[in-house]
């Protein structure tokens, strides 16, 4: 591809955005269309894009009207009537997805991509901030901290994107429109393949195939890593293949998990040549040490420095919205999860339960699609009768119209718990004249918006 200018349909996405501040690194011109503005936007405005939120083609910066030399990204969320979308289609345009700018960026990289129905976000940060601190030579992957893709906001890095010298590229393979179909990874992660996106995919069995077409995809003497468990099959004979584990013996497991204040463990990594012993991370939950197993597996492919491993662990601060403390006191706890997946809700209670037992929980959901609500609604009814009591916000629909039938309420009525429906811009208010003990918060839609609100509710009970 040679081009001067990126245009991005749909740019303040959290992939896309960390595509479009790589171009602006590269030194091309930016610019995009979003929805609405939010911080990302406004970021890469402050870094030299142009941005607008109006679905108009008059809108678009002049020098991005030119075929020649100029390159156009879209998400797959954006509707196929967009009106700018089949501008560009219609005018002569090189118009390609963001798994297919990804996939080229990839070209010459040591890719290490951590694919799953969730805990990739995670995990895919992991694995940029321990390149970053604790990389070693090992083969084909080279020295250097190398870069990353992230589809969160590193907590360490403060950001989504990750510049870094050497040929390892740690990306997040995402599973969403068989975007991950698109990589040729080196080395790769499978952290679930469960029943999700069935609005693309129609049947688990589907979910799956594509899993195992994304194995098929690893490069022949490449590396699979995938979680003890996950079904799937698996057709590519010119590779490696490892299990790991949260703490049950495999090839790659947490031995010796002790749980310490704050919800925080120490633990030994067993690894198929070594123990790593007395690690501690950075952030709190058992999942999170699972994710964690899975990271360290991806660098023991690579290559990694053991001392510095452990402080590079320990050092680890997470991704903004997965276990985000907002106040943690003896007597309020608030927390918000990016949990938008019946497996992920469950973990995620499961977690927070073990960090604070015997204590009341309270879970505040919004549910992300009519799609994803109608087709798993009972699982996670399931998930949240975990808690002591839910608070359900109206169903966000991202790019999905109303589905007839389909509404938050299908969730409360297979709830075991006591539970209700909240207007998102009255949820605030309804904490605060709730009794509270532990909140959390969950859901991948607008939601965090009203996070500072609510921890405000909060700190003030504290008072």
């Known amino acids: 591809m040679e081009f001067e200018r990126v245009y991005f349909i749909g740019i303040g996405g959290i992939g896309m955005s960390a595509l479009a501040r790589y171009f602006l690194h ?52 954006i509707p196929a009537d967009h009106a700018e979308l089949n501008y560009f289609r219609n005018h002569g345009f090189e118009v390609v997805k963001r798994s297919q700018a990804l996939g080229y960026l990839s070209r010459g990289k040591y890719v290490m991509a951590v694919a799953g129905t969730h805990g990739k976000t995670t995990t895919t940060t992991l694995v940029a901030w321990l ?31 990750v510049l870094g010298t050497g040929r390892r590229l740690a990306v997040e393979a995402d599973e969403f429109d068989r975007s991950f179909l698109r990589l040729n990874p ?18 688990h069995e589907a979910v799956r195939e594509a899993f195992s077409q994304f ?19 698996l057709r590519n004979k010119d590779i490696r293949v490892y299990r790991y584990a949260f703490d049950t013996p495999c090839d790659f497991y947490a031995a010796h998990v002790t749980l310490l204040e704050g919800g925080h463990y120490r633990f030994d ?10 690690c501690t991370l950075g952030v709190p939950g058992w999942v999170n040490i699972e994710n964690a197993v899975a990271a360290v597996a991806l660098m023991w492919v690579a290559g990694f420095d053991e001392e510095r491993l452990r402080g590079a662990l320990a050092r680890f601060e997470g991704v903004k919205r997965r276990f985000e403390f907002y106040v943690n006191t003896p007597s309020q706890v608030y927390m918000d999860d990016y949990a938008h997946h019946p497996r992920e809700l469950e973990a995620t209670i499961t977690s927070v339960r073990k960090m604070f037992p015997g204590r009341r929980l309270t879970a505040l959901f919004q549910p992300h699609l009519y799609t994803r609500t109608r087709d798993l609604y009972r699982e ?12 359900l916000l109206p169903i966000y629909p991202a790019r999905e119209l109303p589905v007839e039938g389909v509404d938050a309420e299908l969730i409360g009525r ?7 429906v909240v207007p998102r811009e009255q949820i605030a208010d309804e904490v605060g004249r709730m009794v509270t003990d532990v909140v959390v918060s969950f859901g991948a839609g607008n939601i965090e918006n009203c996070c500072p609100a609510i921890a405000e509710e909060l700190r003030r009970k504290v008072k």
């Open 131 to 161: 390149n970053h601190e604790a990389s070693a030579p090992g083969g084909e992957s080279g020295a250097g901290s190398g870069s990353a893709f992230l589809g969160g906001i590193s907590k360490n890095f403060s950001s989504n994107l």
């Open 186 to 203: 080196d080395a790769a992660v499978i952290t679930a393949a469960d029943a999700d996106h069935l609005d693309i995919y129609g049947t």
């Open 26 to 77: 590269e030194g091309k011109a930016v610019a995009g269309y979003d929805r609405t503005e939010t911080p990302l936007t406004r970021a890469l405005v402050q870094e030299g894009a142009e941005v607008h939120y109006e679905d108009k083609i008059e809108l678009v910066p002049s020098a991005f009207l030119a075929p020649e030399g100029t390159l156009v990204v879209y998400t797959p969320a």
């Open 380 to 391: 996670f009814a399931a998930a949240l009768s975990l808690a002591d009591e839910v608070v």
């Open 414 to 420: 297979q709830l075991t718990v006591p539970w209700r």
């Open 269 to 278: 990594l067993v690894c198929p040549d070594r123990v790593v012993e007395g």
């Open 215 to 233: 194995v098929d995809r690893i490069v022949p003497g490449g590396t699979l890593i995938i979680k003890q468990g996950v079904d799937i099959a």
